[in-house]
C-alpha cells in the first residue's frame, strides 16, 4: 500500500514539474520571468510599451526563430554586457497599442536595493521590427563589417537581429555601448 501511495505521489510531482516547465517555456516573453525591479522600470517609463514576442515577428522569421532559439524570446536577452559578473537585460520594446508603430531598445542594469536604471539604445517611432529580434552573444571573436576587420568581445553582446539581412552587434567599451555591423 505504501508503495502504491509513493509511486502516485511520485507520478503527481513529476507531472507538476512537467507543468511548470512547459507553462515557463510557453511564456518565455512573460514580463514576471523578469527581475522586479526591471518590471517596475518598464510600468514607470515604459507604459506604452511591451516585449516582443515571437508572434509579433513575420511568419519565415518566427519559424527560423523557433528553429534557432528554441523556448527564448526574441524581446529579451540577459547576460554580462558590462562586466562579467552584473546580470543586465536587453529588452527590445514594441507599443502595447495595436497599430501602433515604433520600438525601443533598452538595457537595464542593477542599481541600488533592487532597483535598475536602464540605457536606451536605439528607438524609433516610425518602424516596427516585426523582422528583428535581439540575443545574446558571447565573448569572444566578432568582425566588423564596417570595418572589414575582427575583434575581441570582453564581455557578452547583444545582437539585433533582422531577418535575412544580418545585424548590429551592440557591447560596452571604455564606459559605455558600442554598435558595430555584423552580417550574417
Known sequence: MRRAILIAVTACAAAFCANAQEAAQAQPCAESTLPQGVRAELAGQFAEWRLQTAADLVADYRKAWAEKHAGDCPGIAPGNFESKSEQSYALLLIPREKGKR???????????????????LEQSDETLPSDSAIFRI???????????????????????????????????????????????
Open 138 to 184: 558571447q565573448p569572444g571573436l566578432q568582425f566588423n563589417e564596417e570595418k572589414f576587420a575582427a575583434f575581441k568581445l570582453k564581455t557578452d553582446a547583444i545582437y539585433v537581429e533582422t531577418f535575412e539581412k544580418g545585424g548590429y552587434i551592440y557591447y560596452w567599451k571604455r564606459g559605455k555601448f558600442e554598435r558595430v555591423l555584423e552580417s550574417d
Open 102 to 120: 515604433g520600438y525601443r531598445l533598452a538595457v537595464f542594469r542593477a542599481g541600488k536595493a533592487e532597483s535598475y536604471s536602464f540605457t536606451l
